[in-house]
Every structure is written in structure tokens, then in C-alpha cells.
């Protein structure tokens, strides 16, 4: 299907009645600008409205960062949190970046009140297309645990490659713009 520009794709993951999904646009910016909003995880404000955590532990500029995140979700749903290793693999020659985040586990005891997501993977691959215009690609695979039907996770999964995307085109736009 195709969202506000995001054409997204889902896939059945397996042994699982959850989906995959990938969301794919192209965004009127430098793939410097799309990668350096995206790698830096010192202003995270235009992720997940449910976000209401960030503990970096480890964040090294173009290579590798590690932190927890809580998510708070509406009522009936249990909140979560997520210990994530996330790895950068930057080709400032070539404009290509990719960034690959999955769950760490041992670094940040579970909590009570909160189910931990381990089965989570995410990768994003930003690539120039031209001088000002870059083609990005997100992917998701999200397990959120818990008593979650799989077709609501589902519902709200094959939204998060467009969210996500469409923050960042309205990020770039709000940092792009005069003062």
C-alpha cells in the first residue's frame, strides 16, 4: 500500500502471525542530511510519540550506540521498554548509510510494570538518488510480547515505516527553515 508517499510492504514473518514491514520513499534532501538526523541519537524528537525514555549507554558518532527505551501506551496495553545495540555503517564516499538496531539483552534488568521487547530488528538503509534527492528505505520486525492480538500489532506496525519516514521529512523541513 502506499501512505503520504511511503509505499509500504509487509511479509508474514515466520512461525509467527506477525508481519514484517517496510516502508520506502524518496525525501528532497542530501542523504548526509536524511543519515545525520537519523544516526543522531542526541535529538530523538521526532520518534515515536509513545517514547517517553531514552537512556543512551554507549554512542559513538558513526559506529555503534546502545540504549534503553520505555514506551508508554495507551490504556489497556502494558507499557514497554527495549535495550537496543545499534550499529552505523557509514559510506560518505559512495552516499550510502545503513543502520541496523536489535535488542541486547543482560545490559538493563526487566522492571516490573513493563514487558521487554525482545524480538525486535530495525534497518535503515539511506542511499543519494542525486545531488537533493535520497531514497530511503525502513525496516521493522516487532514482536512487542505480552497479550497483544497479532492483528492489532499488525494494524500499528505497517504505520510505523510512514510515521517514521514523514517525521523525518518534517524534521528536515522544521531544521531547513530560516530563522
Keep these: 500500500k502506499e501512505k ?3 509505499k509500504i510492504y509487509t511479509r508474514p514473518m515466520e512461525g509467527s502471525g ?6 520506502v520513499a524518496d525525501i528532497n534532501a542530501t542523504a548526509l542530511e536524511v543519515y545525520t538526523l537519523v544516526e543522531d541519537l542526541n535529538h530523538t524528537e521526532w520518534w ?3 517514547l517517553k525514555i531514552i537512556k543512551m549507554f554507549i554512542y559513538e ?3 555503534r550506540a546502545r540504549f534503553y527505551l520505555q514506551y508508554e501506551l495507551p490504556y489497556p496495553l502494558v507499557n514497554r521498554d527495549l535495550v537496543a545495540d545499534i550499529t552505523v555503517t557509514p559510506d560518505f564516499k559512495n552516499n550510502v ?3 541496523v538496531s536489535q535488542p541486547i539483552t543482560g ?3 526487566e522492571k516490573k510494570n513493563y514487558v521487554r521487547i525482545k524480538d525486535y530488528l530495525q534497518v535503515w538503509t539511506i542511499s543519494a538518488l542525486s545531488a537533493n534527492t535520497t531514497h530511503v528505505e525502513m525496516e521493522c520486525l516487532l514482536d512487542p510480547a505480552g497479550a497483544v492480538p497479532d492483528w492489532l500489532i499488525n494494524m500499528v506496525m ?3 515505516p510512514s510515521n517514521s519516514i514523514n517525521n523525518i521529512r518534517k524534521q528536515l523541513e522544521k531544521n531547513n527553515k530560516p530563522h
Design 158 to 160: 505497517v504505520n510505523s
Design 107 to 109: 545490559l538493563v534488568p
Design 4 to 6: 503520504n508517499e511511503v
Design 97 to 99: 548509510f545503513k543502520i
Design 48 to 50: 515515536d510519540e509513545n
Design 61 to 63: 558518532k558513526n559506529k
Design 18 to 23: 506477525l508481519k514484517a514491514c517496510k516502508g
